[in-house]
């Protein structure tokens, strides 16, 4: 059974318990209340609503009768009277729009990874033998100076013998000249100062790692040739590490560089790592529809190792916005509506346009103003009461566009005009107008594109000022599954 049926068979049973306690004749059909004794606050012309009469007759402005407005009467064509004994029977909760506080946390599953800010690329200074690999292979870890290769770079025998030779001579400017080429050849200082301290020519040179991490690629062979900047290894320093963490693009603008955060891995039971964000990062995964965020750990002890998974909880900007409760919200699939709380005891179906979502609430950016009051318990019956009297939702674009309501029913075609339309239509139930022919003018022409006389319709009126137009026109389809197709102005 749907959720439609359930709300409206438990709506329903309120609405009989009511009457029944009311009136305990009613189940034995001797009714209290009959229309000639209901109270009459006054007639109307359900298609000219805001003109008034203080007596029966027929309309100055259709050829049919004035519809009397009881006092007891349960909607105003936009929204739905229920009694508050009933609401009191459901439980009934509202909530006021205001604004709030949206901050608070958020809680996401990041991964680690290397810092790539701390990552050393070891390269050929000239061109060399490799005479030697040390015991070392990709995802070791490696102190800082450890020893990677020695490699033999007969170029750099020249330069050292011009060195000690001129060395000899005792001339400053000359040995500074000469200390200066050797550097411009490439000879790391380490080995120009053995070569200052010794007197000996340097030939291997013992490539170390410039830091303690964990070899990501090592790329050199014993007995290769290498060239002038090749690469031989590279290096991933462990002193940091980064936690990347999926973001929704709609919770990006609430987060920012330096934001506490706090992280807890399964690997490390019992503890909670903190840090900052260090950078809310520009791109946004159009799959996912996430934005990365990049945290900083530190990793003192080396136990946090890259590709481990973390539950993060990030401390988002406190900022004010206008929210509701989320339980306030109906989601259709297709729009998002709340029930608004309008004075005794009435109720209107409304779209909104919501934005950021977080613990203490969800935030309003189209469609409520603050001070309004919305259902944030049992609205999905009073949608269904609502649907079930054929009131549509007010659209952001009708509140925009002073407030205007659709009022729909069935009709057919039987002449269209360059700017009107003659329609057989059915009643239009929250107007409490019967079925009956009349023309409507259209509030666009292009309304009118593709359709022909005779074609079934469903169309949605909106009055005004000028008396009922054509807002939507649905095209109905002779097989039940296909779907209708749709016209309605745009905004």
Same mark, same amino acid.
């Given at each position: 059974?749907?959720?439609?049926?359930?709300?409206?068979?438990?709506?329903?049973?309120?609405?009989?318990?009511?009457? $029944?306690?009311?009136?305990?004749?009613?189940?034995?059909?001797?009714?209290?209340?009959?229309?000639?004794?209901?109270?009459?606050?006054?007639?109307?012309?359900?298609?000219?609503?805001?003109?008034?009469?203080?007596?029966?007759?027929?309309?100055?402005? #259709?050829?049919?009768?004035?519809?009397?407005?009881?006092?007891?009467?349960? !909607?105003?064509?936009?929204?739905?009277?229920?009694?508050?004994?009933?609401?009191?029977?459901?439980?009934?909760? $509202?909530?006021?729009?205001?604004?709030? %506080?949206?901050? !608070?946390?958020?809680?996401?599953?990041?991964?680690?990874?290397?810092?790539?800010?701390?990552?050393?690329?070891?390269?050929?200074?000239?061109?060399?033998?490799?005479?030697?690999?040390?015991?070392? %292979?990709?995802?070791?870890?490696?102190?800082?100076?450890?020893?990677?290769?020695?490699?033999?770079?007969?170029?750099?025998?020249?330069?050292?013998? /011009?060195?000690?030779?001129?060395?000899?001579?005792?001339?400053?400017?000359?040995?500074?000249?000469?200390?200066?080429?050797?550097?411009?050849?490439?000879?790391?200082?380490?080995?120009?100062?053995?070569?200052?301290?010794?007197?000996?020519?340097?030939?291997?040179?013992?490539?170390?790692?410039?830091?303690?991490?964990?070899? /990501?690629?090592?790329?050199?062979?014993?007995? #290769?040739?290498?060239?002038?900047?090749?690469?031989?290894?590279?290096?991933?320093? $462990? %002193?940091?590490?980064?936690?990347?963490?999926?973001?929704?693009?709609?919770?990006?603008?609430?987060?920012?560089?330096?934001?506490?955060?706090?992280?807890?891995?399964?690997?490390?039971?019992?503890?909670?790592?903190?840090?900052?964000?260090?950078?809310?990062?520009?791109?946004?995964?159009?799959?996912?529809?996430?934005?990365?965020? +990049?945290?900083?750990?530190?990793?003192?002890?080396?136990?946090?190792?890259?590709?481990?998974?973390?539950?993060?909880?990030?401390?988002?900007?406190?900022?004010?916005?206008?929210?509701?409760?989320?339980?306030?919200?109906?989601?259709?699939?297709?729009?998002?509506?709340?029930?608004?709380? /309008?004075?005794?005891?009435?109720?209107?179906?409304?779209?909104?346009?919501?934005?950021?979502?977080?613990?203490?609430?969800?935030?309003?950016?189209? !469609?409520?103003?603050?001070?309004?009051?919305?259902?944030?318990?049992?609205?999905?019956?009073?949608?269904?009461?609502?649907?079930? +009297?054929?009131?549509?939702?007010?659209?952001?674009?009708?509140?925009?566009?002073?407030?205007?309501?659709?009022?729909?029913?069935? %009709?057919?075609?039987?002449?269209?005009?360059?700017?009107?339309?003659?329609?057989?239509? !059915?009643?239009?139930?929250?107007?409490?107008?019967?079925?009956?022919? #009349?023309?409507?003018? $259209?509030?666009?022409?292009?309304?009118?594109?593709?359709?022909?006389?005779?074609?079934?319709? +469903?169309?949605?009126?909106?009055?005004?000022?000028?008396?009922?137009?054509? #807002?939507?026109?649905?095209?109905?389809?002779?097989?039940?599954?296909?779907?209708?197709?749709?016209?309605?102005?745009?905004?």
């Amino acid at each position: 059974m749907s959720l439609n049926r359930i709300a409206l068979a438990l709506l329903a049973s309120f609405m009989a318990s009511a009457a $029944l306690a009311a009136d305990p004749h009613a189940a034995h059909g001797n009714s209290a209340a009959t229309k000639a004794e209901r109270e009459v606050l006054y007639w109307y012309d359900p298609m000219y609503p805001q003109q008034k009469f203080d007596k029966p007759g027929k309309s100055p402005f #259709m050829d049919m009768d004035l519809v009397p407005r009881y006092a007891d009467e349960g !909607g105003d064509g936009a929204s739905v009277r229920i009694d508050p004994s009933i609401t009191q029977n459901l439980g009934m909760r $509202l909530a006021t729009v205001e604004r709030m %506080a949206l901050g !608070g946390e958020l809680d996401v599953v990041g991964t680690l990874q290397f810092n790539a800010r701390d990552l050393a690329v070891v390269q050929a200074r000239a061109e060399g033998f490799v005479e030697r690999i040390y015991p070392h %292979a990709p995802e070791d870890v490696i102190a800082a100076g450890e020893p990677l290769v020695d490699l033999l770079v007969p170029a750099w025998s020249a330069p050292q013998q /011009e060195y000690l030779a001129l060395r000899g001579l005792g001339e400053a400017e000359l040995l500074s000249a000469a200390r200066q080429r050797l550097r411009l050849a490439g000879l790391p200082a380490e080995m120009i100062a053995q070569l200052e301290k010794t007197g000996r020519l340097q030939s291997v040179w013992t490539v170390r790692s410039p830091l303690a991490g964990v070899i /990501e690629t090592l790329e050199v062979r014993e007995g #290769m040739t290498l060239s002038a900047g090749q690469t031989l290894a590279r290096i991933n320093a $462990l %002193a940091s590490v980064w936690l990347e963490v999926a973001v929704p693009e709609a919770e990006a603008s609430t987060l920012a560089s330096g934001q506490a955060v706090t992280a807890r891995l399964a690997a490390l039971p019992g503890r909670v790592l903190e840090g900052k964000i260090a950078a809310v990062l520009p791109q946004a995964n159009q799959d996912s529809r996430t934005v990365r965020v +990049r945290v900083e750990l530190a990793n003192p002890e080396r136990q946090l190792r890259p590709g481990m998974t973390a539950q993060v909880r990030l401390r988002r900007d406190e900022g004010e916005a206008l929210a509701i409760p989320s339980e306030a919200v109906i989601r259709t699939g297709r729009r998002t509506l709340v029930m608004l709380a /309008e004075d005794d005891g009435r109720f209107r179906p409304l779209e909104v346009k919501l934005g950021r979502e977080t613990r203490q609430g969800v935030e309003v950016l189209a !469609g409520l103003k603050a001070g309004q009051r919305v259902v944030r318990s049992g609205q999905f019956l009073i949608d269904s009461e609502a649907s079930l +009297r054929g009131i549509l939702a007010q659209s952001l674009e009708e509140s925009a566009s002073h407030g205007q309501t659709l009022h729909e029913a069935e %009709a057919s075609i039987l002449a269209i005009e360059e700017n009107s339309l003659l329609l057989d239509h !059915g009643p239009f139930e929250s107007l409490n107008m019967p079925g009956m022919i #009349m023309g409507f003018p $259209l509030a666009d022409s292009a309304l009118k594109q593709g359709l022909q006389v005779g074609d079934k319709v +469903r169309v949605g009126v909106s009055l005004g000022d000028a008396g009922p137009t054509l #807002m939507q026109i649905d095209k109905l389809s002779q097989d039940p599954h296909a779907e209708h197709e749709n016209r309605q102005v745009q905004p």
